[in-house]
């Protein structure tokens, strides 16, 4: 059951990458948004840290700093989880 949300979580994030790299900060967001269910499904930090750096990105690219630092955070600390459980 949890291949059927790998792969929409994918498919989500590859779009919001791809809409990203094309400066199309909204539909980035949009697909962003969509694959965190997926990403909070599987459990997975690693996901979760990814969304929030395109998140923070995208908001970026429109010019809202404010949430950009939020997801910029959110990113940040992530990450550092990450780093804690690998060591």
Known sequence: ???GVY??????EELALCFLDQEK????IDYANMAFPY?????SYEKIA???KILYKSHKGLGD???????YE??????????????
């Open 50 to 52: 990814t969304l929030n």
């Open 7 to 12: 792969e929409f979580y994918i498919l989500y």
């Open 25 to 28: 900060f909204n539909k980035a």
């Open 74 to 87: 959110k990113h940040v600390l992530m990450e550092d989880s990450l780093d804690r459980t690998k060591a």
């Open 65 to 71: 700093t404010k949430k950009a630092l939020d997801f």
């Open 1 to 3: 059951q949890l291949e």
């Open 39 to 43: 990403a909070n499904q599987l459990k």
